[in-house]
């Protein structure tokens, strides 16, 4: 009895950080690793390259300086380290997407570098599937009209003109920062011919989303601007083909968020009501933007306890129950705080209780945008998502239930 009684308050503290670090590590989610070889995986991007039905990965690894793609290797194998192939080298690479520019059947990858780079760049594929992992097949070239232009952060492929290849809507952050287009010409493999039209000046561009947000049938983007006088959350109208070519107006719409820091943006139903909401995030707080008929109503969710601060938010039916649910991801996670959770919501999702259960745990301590595939085949959908700083690298999440 003497020896416990006499047990110090800083052994005590640390006797309890330790169950406590290891209460939350039994209730974490399973991660499996993509592959995690390299510095700074900055944001998973998804499409089925060699259709197979299932979705590949490319990431750009900002620290490391290279751009990869990860084939999906069956639902059998998804535990395992995915197949690779580094597609090209290049510095501060901030985003990469896939897209087909030279309509050839190949799908390439478009990356964004931000930092002193300032430029993008496409990697061009080569045109026999059974040659996509050799990283000698593939060739990578700059964008005339980007280099050295402006820290570009995300490109998102989109036909706009209704002329020769896709086109690319492209947001950057800083100086000059700006949401715009690169139109296509017809022959896309012609990179000194593609033209950049500005459309929106812009402080720190996180998020672009093609969406018909009027209902008219065409796509518009909806944008998340993190910063400078016109950030906030809101939706740049398509004007139309003819209209966009000349250079245009987009009218903008905005949503909310002109008061706050918004990251990652995503859509879904929170509330089952049949119509697509706007789900934010900005370092204190979910902002769930709900769609009514003819506005939106903001409701905040703060974040719980013993969490970073926010980073990106999605939604689903997590636990299958029938209940619309969202996972949410977070920056500087020190310590013992978590870099992902999960949030239900108990009487309703409008009245403001949440119950946070947790996915990450201590382990990551900057991770990026949370995306939503059913990786495993299981029919229910796990969590995609990198890790920046304690090199978790590109990874997925399990979904238990």
Known sequence: MKTRRSISAASFGILVLIVGLERSAAETWERHTIDDTSQGADGVRLKDVNGDGLLDVAVGWEEGGIVRVYLHPGHDKVRQKWPVVTVGRVKSPEDAVFADLDGDGAIDVVSCCEGRTRSMFVHWAPKKITEYLEAERWTTETLDATVQQQMWMYALPMQIDARHGIDLVTGSKGNGGSVGWLQAPSNARDLKS???????????????????????GDLDVL?????GPNRGVYWLEYPGADAASKGEAWKRHNVGGHDRQILFIARGDLDQDGRMDIIAIDKDAI????????KWT????????GVGTGKSAAVLDVDGNGRNDVVFSCENAKGPLSGMRWLAWNESPTAGRWTSH??????????DRVVLYDVDGDSDLDVLCCEERDQLGVFWYENPF
């Not at 950049?196 to 209902?215: N, R």
């Open 298 to 305: 903001e409701h905040v969710i703060p974040l719980p306890d």
């Open 223 to 227: 944008v998340s601007d993190r910063k």
């Open 287 to 294: 902002v769930w933007w709900r769609a009514g008929k003819s």
């Open 194 to 216: 593609w033209r950049w039209h500005k459309l929106q000046d812009a402080g720190w561009i996180m998020s672009l989303i093609a969406a018909d947000m009027d209902k008219d």
């Open 358 to 367: 947790e996915i990450g745990g201590p382990l990551g301590l900057k991770y």
